[in-house]
């Protein structure tokens, strides 16, 4: 029996901020890698690509050639029944390739373990990366190309796995050749083993993060900021009232000088 192993990936926001990492479902990442599987996965997957469509004409299908070029006899050259033979130039081609199919079939669970053993192999790497949510309203190909940015793997091959078809998401990352986007339950071993880095929705492996708004995020960045403008104002705020309580104290005085002027022009006026 082979032991069971957990693995930890790490998490981001859409807008590539970190959070916490996430453990992957045991019942796919278990740490089974099976090589040969893969292999034959893979290789049935390539073979059912092709199309066979490539076709040569045998004799009875080149034109021209319907009698003999010389009589069969008395000439002293070799017999010739027609121009179109395999030994003339322009003639018919022995053992040409004809339409064909190269499709291979693999049992589905054989495939099934190719491909659990493929997410094992990424997942061995750390090379899989758990994305909350990939919500776009339109196609957004920077927008695409920040968050790879952000998570540091712009120069590697990386694999998106959505939850289910998402046009605006597959659109944004059309363009980038090193940026492959499609839906998790369509993904192949082949796909798999031909990324580098495989960022998957956390709805699709089952574990729904709650998606961290616009708002929150930046609202992390703003704190210091907001922080530094409270203490200013408080700072403001204190300084105000110094000024005010200086200039409550200067009333007084100025009341008190100004009644001294009216006593001693009291008292003048009484001498006089």
């Known amino acids: 029996m082979a032991e069971t192993t957990t693995f930890q990936a790490a998490a981001y926001t859409a807008q590539g901020a970190e959070r916490e990492s996430v453990t992957l479902p045991e019942a796919l990442f278990d740490g089974t890698v099976n090589m040969p599987v893969m292999h034959q996965a893979v290789k049935a997957y390539l073979a059912n ?13 080149v034109s021209g050639g319907n009698q003999k070029p010389w009589k069969q006899k008395g000439t002293g050259r070799a017999r010739q029944g027609s121009i179109r033979a395999p030994q003339w130039v322009g003639g018919g081609t022995v053992f040409g390739p004809i339409p064909r199919s190269y499709a291979q079939y693999v049992p589905r669970q054989v ?18 990366f758990v994305i909350d949510a990939l919500a776009y309203d339109a196609p957004k190909t920077k927008q695409l190309v920040d968050l790879i940015g952000r998570l540091g793997v712009a120069d590697q091959k990386v694999l998106i796995l959505t939850q289910g078809a ?7 990352g059309r363009n980038l050749p090193r940026v492959h986007v499609m839906p998790y339950s369509d993904v192949s071993t082949y ?6 880095v495989v960022l998957i929705e956390s709805g699709a492996l089952g574990s729904q993060l709650e998606p961290a708004g616009e708002g ?17 104002k408080a700072g403001a705020k ?10 409550t104290a200067k009333r007084p005085a ?3 000088s100004a009644a001294k002027k009216s006593a001693s022009k009291s008292t003048k006026k009484k001498g006089k």
């Open 111 to 128: 495939r099934q373990l190719a491909r659990k053993s493929a997410f094992n192999a990424r997942a061995r790497e750390n090379a899989i």
């Open 254 to 256: 100025a009341k008190k």
């Open 166 to 172: 998402k046009p605006n998401v597959f659109l944004s």
């Open 191 to 196: 796909h798999i083993l031909w990324s580098d």
């Open 216 to 232: 929150e995020e930046e609202a992390r960045p703003k704190k210091a900021g907001g922080a530094r403008k409270a203490a200013a």
């Open 49 to 61: 690509q092709r199309q066979g469509n490539a076709a040569t004409k045998i004799r009875k299908y």
């Open 238 to 247: 204190k300084a105000a009232k110094r000024g005010a309580a200086k200039k």
